[in-house]
């Protein structure tokens, strides 16, 4: 005689930190598809740091000079992009967190869920880097003809991959 499955309930048991990698990864980047998708791509706001012309700026900050080559130049981005970068951060402090919080430790009892929960870092990983593909497939598809044919919306679009290129540059150093 053949012998019944284990229920759902047992199944889930044994695998419920590998479930919920993969819900988390879900669940965040369900949250940069939302935000590309249902953000107003036209509303933009100011960022960057002013460049100095003529010797005068009013922002400028002299104890910053070695790291200039850093700075993003004052621009206009869009909100969307702006919020991905928020949610990219979360998401990169979520992975130093798990991994500060879950280092594995010798002779516990339960090294398997540490192992497995450790996957919980390089998931994150790359599930942060995966939300600025996801930008790169949404918003050229999405708004192509309006950067065809309208330069501000093109300008927005550049201004936009400035940024993010900006903070994936940034983002290596810092994380």
Do not use: W
Request: hydrophobic share 35%.
């Amino acid at each position: 005689m053949q012998r019944d499955p284990p229920p759902k309930l047992v199944k889930f048991s044994k695998d419920y930190i590998r479930e919920f990698v993969d819900y988390r990864r879900r669940f965040l980047l369900n949250k940069a598809r939302e935000i590309l998708t249902e953000n107003d791509y036209h509303n933009t706001v100011t960022m960057g740091k002013e460049e100095i012309r003529d010797g005068v700026v009013e922002d400028y900050d002299d104890n910053d000079a070695e790291l200039d080559s850093f700075d993003l130049p004052k621009c206009s981005i869009s909100d969307t992009a702006n919020k991905l970068i928020a949610l990219v951060r979360e998401t990169m402090d979520e992975s130093v967190a798990v991994a500060t919080k879950f280092s594995p430790e010798p002779n516990t009892d339960d090294e398997n869920a540490i192992k497995t929960i450790g996957l919980l870092r390089p998931i994150l990983y790359k599930s942060a880097r995966e939300m600025f593909s996801l930008f790169l497939a949404i918003i050229p598809s999405s708004h192509g003809r309006e950067v065809a044919h309208v330069p501000r919306t093109a300008g927005v679009v550049h201004n936009d991959c400035v940024f993010l290129a900006n903070h994936c540059l940034t983002l290596g150093i810092e994380y």
